[in-house]
């Protein structure tokens, strides 16, 4: 992930260089608005980001705290317990709101957006091929980035990754909440392997949206500071073109059709919009 991400820091690094000698070009990549903007995330997919990201935040520092007391990092928390379990509780606090947002996920799955969302996140023979392509082009072998379509292979790693981790994290959780209780099922040393498992996947959890995650949307120098979808909902379709360009090619051929037909469409359940839709 890091070389990954180094790449294509360094490329785009270039890039925003280049276009900051040339000013219409900078001006071009920033400031622009010229055809507005889509939504790409609706109130309800926002709210969902929202607590998970604020669950897990809070999972990941209380998380540490109870594997990690004597760290400076926590010795506020743990000088305020004296006696009492506040790092246990408030991690399983938080694992309860991750988990609701999981579920509030699921039973958003079915809805129009949700459907939509899933098929375009299926991995396709694609995906395979853009990897190799965007590697080639973020090390100078290739001239042209490959051209994405709503969600890259760069968010369907994420979005499938955070799904089994979730997975894993709720099972092993809750073995070690209920450990009485699992015992009766389970032997000991599988609640053992399940602490284990529980402690090497939050470090795996906490590094890919560190340097994954958090690389993509904050520290991408296309983005920096932020890429603020997650709060507005909306890309601006100067970002979609350069980010997402066959998406953005299927909301100028939809809404081409949709200008020509108009009367029609509205009479087609299949031409209704999915994905990214007009702001
Ligand atoms: C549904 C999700 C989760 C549940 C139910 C859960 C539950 C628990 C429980 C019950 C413990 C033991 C607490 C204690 O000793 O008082 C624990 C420990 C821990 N949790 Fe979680 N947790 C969840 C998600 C996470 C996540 C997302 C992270 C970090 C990314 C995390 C990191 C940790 C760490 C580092 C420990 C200490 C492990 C050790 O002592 O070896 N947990 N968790």
Not at 75 to 102: K, P
Not at 202 to 228: G, R, S
């Amino acid at each position: 992930m890091v070389a990954h991400n180094g790449l294509d820091f360094l490329r785009k690094l270039r890039r925003t260089y280049r276009d900051w000698l040339a000013t219409e070009a900078t001006e071009a990549m920033h400031d622009i608005e010229p055809e507005g903007s889509v939504l790409r995330m609706s109130l309800a997919e926002r709210c969902q980001h929202s607590l998970l990201a604020s669950s897990f935040i809070v999972l990941v520092y209380t998380g540490f705290a109870l594997k990690f007391p004597d760290t400076w990092l926590f010795a506020w928390l743990v000088a305020l317990e004296q006696g009492s379990a506040i790092r246990g509780w408030v991690h399983r606090g938080a694992a309860v709101a991750m988990i609701l947002a999981c579920l509030w996920h699921l039973a958003y799955l079915p809805t129009r957006r949700g459907r939509a969302l899933i098929a375009d996140m299926l991995p396709r023979p694609e995906d395979a091929k853009e990897v190799w392509q965007n590697i080639g082009y973020l090390s100078g072998l290739r001239s042209d980035p490959p051209r994405f379509g709503r969600f890259s292979y760069i968010e369907k790693a994420e979005y499938w990754s955070l799904i089994w981790g979730s997975i894993v994290m709720a099972v092993t959780g809750f073995a070690l909440w209920f450990e009485t209780e699992a015992m009766r099922f389970v032997p000991l040393w599988m609640l053992d392997l399940a602490t284990m498992v529980h402690y090497y996947e939050a470090w795996l959890a906490t590094l890919a949206i560190v340097v994954w995650h958090f690389y993509m949307v904050i520290f991408n120098p296309d983005v920096y500071p932020m890429n603020w979808t997650w709060l507005s909902g909306k890309i601006s379709m100067a970002m979609l073109r350069h980010e997402h360009p066959r998406e953005y090619e299927r909301l100028c051929e939809q809404e081409d059709a949709g200008s020509d037909t108009d009367q029609a469409s509205a009479a087609t359940p299949g031409a209704e919009p999915r994905g990214s839709e007009r702001a």
